[in-house]
């Protein structure tokens, strides 16, 4: 399927190698009698007041982490931390105090997928992050689903006047668009019913990782509603590209793309990467296109992190998704994410810009690790091969100090993001004068 476009000037394209993408193009949002029809036959009678307790229980978000939180600082402590040992006699508690059967949290294998700090323990945002997955899994084992309220009405009436057509998919198309105060907006514009599309659920569950997740260095979703024919999403205009274009529009415009100059670039992106961390939100697919520019200037440009329609897929049942050539090596292991493997497809993607290896399709142009027949080639070559570190340009001592480790093989090695902006390359301020005022704050929306 197509990666998504948020502003993007070109039309939607095929990765060569893209399987299983979730993202903000692949939706399905059946119409609401087709849906009733279909929903409700699913959840066997037995199960249905369960599932219906369970959707009430989710869809009252603050009133669900209020109870989670009684019972973290009664069995817990307020500032405490969980051990996966201790995990399951707390989840019996948590059952105890939601009415669920024991049986929701039976299996807790993939619990440590969670552990964003990496110290070997849970916080509370994490645990409450696994509890609601848990959760939400558990509906699902009965035939339930989430109950997704996207309101009724046209663009027009929701204040929108379409300007001009951005580009286009066999899913769906982005436009240009003002809003009722005159402010620009991207109207993206989803076809119902697709028949390679994934559940309205899932955009729904972007929209709230864009909402839970703000910040300057990554997406904004305003709203999304529907139609009988469509669905539509409203962000923000991105007009200055991505990275994919970004040197060469950098380089159209006489910039000087020195050593400072991707210092900026980089800081904004794993920047925009701790905070979604932060926010117990993986991405698990980082890379060029879904790096976007701000705006037209690029001499200093904007980055913002786009596209969270893969974001919290930590259920190892999803397997392995992502974008090949930037799917760290675990990945392809163990068909789950880990939050340090966006750490890796970030590597990839300053690797590739620096030793002008992005991929580009059209030209037969393949990333560092995709010079291969088909995917299972690219998962041995990324198992195995080391990144082309001697074709970066430019290239100092302080970026080798910590390049290398974001694309460590072994997941546990690599650093968080939040380390990597503790490297010196990024803090030198007699380097890097434009980051001045703009370090990291350890503030998180959960």
Same mark, same amino acid.
């Given at each position: 399927t197509s990666p998504g476009l948020v502003g993007h000037h070109h039309a939607l394209s095929h990765h060569p190698f893209h399987f299983q993408h979730r993202g903000i193009v692949t939706v399905c949002a059946p119409r609401e009698d087709v849906a009733k029809v279909k929903s409700m036959?699913?959840?066997?009678?037995e199960h249905r007041?369960?599932?219906?307790?369970?959707?009430?229980?989710?869809?009252?978000?603050?009133?669900?982490?209020?109870?989670?939180?009684?019972v973290w600082h009664r069995y817990v402590g307020r500032r405490g931390t969980l051990t996966f040992d201790e995990l399951p006699a707390f989840l019996l508690k948590v059952a105890e105090k939601l009415e669920l059967p024991s049986?929701?949290? @039976? @299996?807790?294998d993939f619990a440590f997928m969670y552990d964003f700090t990496g110290d070997g323990a849970l916080e509370f945002k994490e645990a409450y992050t696994f509890i609601k997955d848990k959760i939400a899994s558990f509906r699902k084992s009965l035939g339930g689903h989430p109950i997704i309220a996207v309101p009724f009405k046209t663009p027009a009436e929701a204040g929108y006047k379409i300007q001009k057509f951005l580009g286009g998919g066999g899913q769906g198309s982005a436009h240009l668009a003002s809003d009722k105060h005159n402010q620009s907006k991207v109207l993206k514009v989803y076809l119902k019913g697709q028949a390679n599309a994934v559940s309205l659920d899932d955009l729904r569950e972007e929209m709230e990782n864009m909402k839970r997740a703000q910040h300057p260095n990554l997406a904004v979703c305003h709203e999304i509603f529907q139609d009988a024919q469509n669905l539509y999403m409203v962000s923000d205009p991105y007009m200055g590209g991505d990275l994919e274009t970004l040197q060469k529009k950098a380089s159209g415009s006489k910039v000087d793309m020195t050593e400072e100059w991707y210092r900026w670039i980089f800081f904004?992106?794993?920047?925009?990467? @701790?905070? +979604?961390?932060?926010?117990?939100?993986?991405?698990?697919?980082?890379?060029e296109p879904n790096l976007m520019v701000k705006t037209p200037s690029y001499e200093w440009p904007e980055i913002v992190i786009i596209d969270l329609g893969l974001a919290s897929t930590l259920k190892p049942?999803?397997?392995?998704?992502?974008?090949?050539?930037?799917?760290?090596?675990?990945?392809?292991?163990?068909?789950?994410?880990?939050?340090?493997?966006?750490?890796?497809?970030?590597?990839v993607v300053c690797v590739q810009m620096l030793s002008n290896n992005i991929p580009n399709p059209g030209e037969g142009k393949p990333g560092i690790f995709q010079r291969a027949q088909n995917v299972q080639e690219v998962a041995q070559l990324t198992k195995t091969i080391e990144p082309p570190y001697d074709s970066m340009y430019p290239k100092s001592e302080r970026l080798m100090a910590w390049l290398p480790r974001c694309l460590c093989k072994d997941f546990? +090695?690599?650093?968080?993001?939040?380390?990597?902006?503790?490297?010196?390359?990024?803090?030198?301020?007699? @380097?890097?004068?434009? +980051?001045?005022?703009?370090?990291?704050?350890g503030s998180c929306c959960c």
């Open positions: 036959p699913e959840v066997p009678p007041h369960l599932v219906e307790r369970i959707n009430k229980m989710l869809e009252s978000r603050a009133r669900f982490k209020l109870k989670m939180e009684w049986s929701a949290f @039976d @299996d807790t904004q992106a794993f920047t925009g990467l @701790d905070h +979604l961390h932060r926010c117990c939100v993986v991405h698990c697919d980082i890379k049942s999803r397997g392995a998704c992502g974008t090949p050539g930037y799917m760290p090596p675990e990945t392809w292991e163990y068909g789950a994410w880990f939050p340090r493997g966006d750490v890796f497809s970030m590597g546990q +090695l690599r650093p968080k993001p939040a380390e990597v902006l503790e490297y010196p390359w990024f803090n030198d301020e007699d @380097d890097s004068p434009h +980051l001045c005022g703009r370090r990291l704050k």
